[in-house]
């Protein structure tokens, strides 16, 4: 039985079945022949298939869930999920990846990195370089370095509200071994303290320095004043500087006074001990309290005037202390004596001086 092929339609027939059908030329030969040809390319000048000869069909464009045509795009700004980038455009691309990547001043160098890794991370003041702010605080929570302020802290160095400056420094390997150093921030006088931890142990605070050097100082002025200096201070306690010119004061040898006293109005009676003779003088009213030590030999002579003069000499015994009184006239006489005082048996605590005038200034000098 003939058929026709499945592509072209070319007409066969069954060489068993059809063995004694009459061979049609134009059915088995011309028509399929020219259904051959028909589809037989014609090649242009070039070789290729013309364009009108292969088969019409629609293409779609391609999308980010289908192939497809696809558009190329040179741009570096585009959004498209339909177009694809040309060659340019990823080398322009690239290039400026490139570049940024190696703009140092943009981007952290290792070097860079590894300095700021090696860096120290522990806070030791507040991000502006200030102390941190601890006030109503316990102190003895207070463990890690750092530098902090605050009032209300409790147990304070004093016990008080008051604001103190804390610094802290903690033991390499262990929070039980810290110091602690407190400086009050309140009144005139700086006070510094400082305690240890030991062991999970505060010690007790301890007053130091300010207070140390404020008592040496007070206790050095005290002696300056008592071998005879004289410390001119501006203020409370006096400087080092102070201190140093107090010592400079200090008298060397003997210690020696000078002053003006005035003689008594009214005269008392001395008399002399060879042989009871009195006399009756005017005196000086001097107290050793006033002079500052105790003399063994005084001078005084009348403000103004050269010849009058008493002389007061310790070597002596106590009723004949006073070796000399006297004065020169315009006439050229002298009186004097060797004398001893009336009425005055305590001489650790003053004596009287004779002397010539009476309610007048003498000068003086006295050594020890």
């Known amino acids: 039985m003939a058929s026709n092929t499945p592509r072209l339609g070319l007409y066969k027939k069954d060489p068993i079945a059809d063995a004694n059908d009459t ?12 259904k051959i040809d028909g589809k037989v390319a014609i090649l ?31 741009t570096l700004t585009s959004a498209s999920t339909t177009q694809a980038a040309t060659a340019n455009a990823v080398k322009r691309v690239n290039d400026a990846v490139v570049a940024h990547s190696a703009d140092t001043t943009k981007h952290v160098t290792q070097a860079e990195k590894d300095t700021w890794n090696s860096m120290q ?25 750092g530098f902090y ?12 509200a008051s604001w103190f400056y804390v610094e802290v420094i903690r033991h390499t390997n262990s929070a039980n071994y810290v110091i602690q150093k407190a400086f009050k921030l309140t009144g005139t006088q700086p006070t510094f303290y400082m305690r240890i ?14 207070t140390s050097v404020s008592d040496g100082k007070a206790q050095l002025e005290s002696t300056i004043t008592a071998k005879g200096g004289t410390v001119t201070k501006a203020g409370a306690v006096p400087t080092f500087a102070e201190l ?29 001990s060879v042989d009871g003779y009195t006399f009756s003088y005017f005196y ?69 001086l004779p002397v010539q005038g009476g309610g007048v200034n003498y000068d003086w000098i006295a050594f020890e």
Request: no cysteine; glycine share 8%; net charge neutral.
């Open 284 to 352: 000086l009213p001097f107290s050793i309290s006033a002079i500052g030590f105790f003399p063994s030999y005084i001078l005084a002579k009348r403000t103004g005037d050269v010849f009058d003069h008493s002389i007061y000499d310790s070597r002596f015994p106590n009723d004949y202390k006073i070796t000399a009184v006297g004065a020169k006239s315009n006439y050229g006489s002298v009186s004097g004596a060797s004398l001893r005082m009336t009425n005055v048996t305590d001489y650790a605590a003053y004596f009287r």
């Open 23 to 34: 061979f049609n030329i134009q059915t088995m030969l011309n028509d399929n022949w020219d």
């Open 197 to 210: 931890r030991d062991g999970g142990t505060w010690s007790a605070w301890s007053e130091n320095l300010f």
């Open 149 to 160: 302020n605050g009032d209300n802290l409790i147990n304070s160095p004093d016990g008080s």
């Open 121 to 145: 991370k522990h806070k030791v003041t507040a991000d502006n370089g200030t102390a941190i702010l601890i006030s109503g605080q316990d102190l003895n929570n207070l463990v890690n370095t």
């Open 44 to 74: 242009g000048p070039d070789g290729k298939i013309l364009s009108e000869q292969l088969p019409q069909q629609s293409l779609p464009n391609a999308s980010i869930t289908q192939a497809g045509i696809v558009q190329l795009n040179d």
């Open 244 to 272: 140093v010119s107090g010592v400079k004061s200090i008298p060397i040898g003997k210690k020696f006074a000078t002053g003006t006293i005035t003689s008594s109005t009214s005269p008392i009676t001395f008399y002399r």
